[in-house]
């Protein structure tokens, strides 16, 4: 079923019940499918032809699912653009997308500004405010308008989403989703990982470009709610549970922390919810216990990438009681299939360390005009390669080790930092870390740990290193720690090692 025609299905089968809250706004079913048609009659009225880009400069509003659904609706190819990357990172986007159109918030006209003059051609359209090059408001501009679907005719393999990741190399690329591969993300999401019913309420705080956003169209498609915040603030995010009667929520591992930390998750009402859905980069076993015990068995995992989303695999809340099953990232979904391989690309023996490799509807087409990449990319009979390295259990389940990327060889030995991480964020006052191999004489790498203390907790790097020594062999114990204010992250809030890790190789480059 192609993502549009999901669009359509829901509304027609749920128009007056509630489709979103933002604040003390609330709109309807009915409402905000009309607004995305008026949204897209407008941009079809502008020239906009099937298969142009259109960038949205947006954080989550009132407005985000309507225009995404008028971009559905009129055959355009969206261009998020994330409102936390720079503006040289955002030209980059549209000059290699050559897109064009661009429709902006208000409160990031400073930026749209900047960027219509830097990109010749760029029109700005505002929204919910003057666009920065005609002055156009969409809301004011299409209130007139039809509020009936154009019915632009679209086929499974037409491009809807180019959506940019930095994966593995740092580099930004975007990847390709289709009218059919966007589909099946929902059917994915539906089939594997959550079932809403009509009184189901999810909040989104984090932004909808990414995992987040991968919700909304399975709850339209059976009557569910979304609550939008405007951003990830602790406090205004546990209120909003009782007040809305939120049922899940989504959250990556950092702002899980972050509504712990100090005792204000512990004491939050959240007595409606009953799954909470994470993923996104390695959960620290401190934190998710300390969830669980607060808030009781309502964890569920996923893991995918930006290139397969969501769920590759899934830990559902009865595998989170499973002792055995600690630190891994879940069994298959039912709808991909899912291979360890090793170097050769013939798969590992149970146990083993391999690369994962996928295929299934809801993976991407490519990465956009980028043949190399996409030929590194696939495997012969059309795996996808994660690039993540992970194990396979006697019963099926999966446990990431590392990517392939971040593995620290030192001494010839292979040394994963996500299993040096975990063994640091077992000390009561580590907060976060991140490993990363540097430069040595010696051991080619050495494994060297950066780490952020929880408030005022105070330790030495002897005893982090003696506290890994307890639980790892001695080759993994970091020959260097270092104690930082913070770990720098994504903007989709993964650890970022690289950052940690590049300058320390530069430091080491020749001059020359």
């Known amino acids: 079923m192609l993502a549009v025609d999901m669009v359509r299905s829901g509304a027609e089968r749920f128009p007056t019940r509630t489709a979103l809250h933002f604040g003390d706004m609330t709109l309807s079913y009915r409402e905000v499918d009309e607004a995305a048609n008026r949204f897209a009659n407008y941009l079809l009225g502008l020239g906009l032809k099937k298969g142009e880009k259109v960038a949205l400069l947006i954080e989550n509003g009132p407005w985000s699912v309507s225009v995404d659904f008028a971009c559905l ?4 190819i969206r261009v998020p653009l994330n409102a936390r990357l720079s503006v040289v990172e955002h030209e980059r986007m549209l000059n290699e997308t050559d897109t064009r159109l661009m429709i902006h918030a208000p409160e990031l006209s400073d930026t749209a500004q900047e960027l219509s003059e830097r990109v010749p051609g760029l029109v700005g359209i505002g929204l919910g405010g003057p666009g920065v090059s005609a002055g156009v408001d969409l809301l004011s501009a299409s209130a007139d308008l039809s509020p009936a679907d154009p019915l632009v005719s679209l086929g499974a393999d037409d491009p809807m989403l180019l959506l940019y990741t930095s994966g593995t190399t740092g580099k930004l690329k975007a990847v390709i989703h289709t009218q059919a591969s966007y589909g099946a993300i929902a ?13 189901s309420v999810m909040m989104h705080a984090a932004s909808l470009i990414h995992a987040s956003g991968t919700f909304v169209l399975p709850y ?3 009557g569910g709610s979304a609550v939008i915040l405007h951003h990830f603030d602790p406090e205004e995010f546990l209120s909003a549970i009782p007040r809305y009667r939120v049922t899940e929520i989504n959250l990556v591992p950092t702002m899980l922390g972050m509504l712990l930390a100090g005792g204000v998750g512990e004491a939050a009402d959240v007595s409606t919810l009953r799954t909470v859905c994470y993923g996104a980069s390695p959960m620290p076993p401190p934190i998710l216990n300390k969830a669980i015990e607060a808030w009781g068995p309502i964890f569920t995992q996923y893991y995918g990438q930006t290139e397969a989303p969501l769920c590759i695999t899934v830990l559902d809340k009865a595998d989170h009681l499973d002792e055995e099953l600690s630190g891994s990232c879940g069994h298959p979904s039912v709808d991909a299939e899912v291979r360890i391989v090793g170097d050769e690309g013939t798969p590992v023996e149970v146990g083993e360390i391999g690369e994962i490799q996928v295929r299934a509807p809801f993976v991407m087409a490519g990465y956009y005009e980028a043949p190399e990449l996409n030929s590194e990319t696939w495997a012969d009979g059309g795996w996808l390669r994660t690039r993540d390295l992970a194990r396979r259990d006697v019963r099926g389940y999966i446990y990431l080790v590392d990517r392939l990327s971040d593995m620290i060889i030192t001494g010839g030995y292979n040394v994963y930092p996500r299993e040096v991480e975990d063994a640091l964020l077992s000390h009561p006052a580590v907060a976060e870390c991140a490993v990363v191999g540097a430069p040595d004489p010696v051991w080619v790498e050495a494994v060297t740990a950066f780490v952020a203390l929880k408030p005022d907790a105070e330790v030495t790097a002897g005893e982090l290193q003696a506290a890994v020594r307890e639980q790892l062999a001695d080759y993994k114990v970091p020959k260097r720690v270092e ?6 992250k994504s903007a989709v809030g993964k650890v970022l090692r690289r950052a940690l890790r590049d300058p320390l190789w530069k430091e080491q480059a020749p001059e020359g």
């Not at 059917?187 to 009184?199: K, M, V």
Request: glycine residues 4%; hydrophobic residues 40%.
């Open 483 to 488: 104690i930082v204010p913070t770990i720098p």
């Open 220 to 222: 339209w498609l059976r």
């Open 187 to 199: 059917t994915n999401i539906l089939a594997n990982f959550l079932s809403p019913q009509r009184d």
């Open 73 to 76: 609706k009129s055959g355009a």
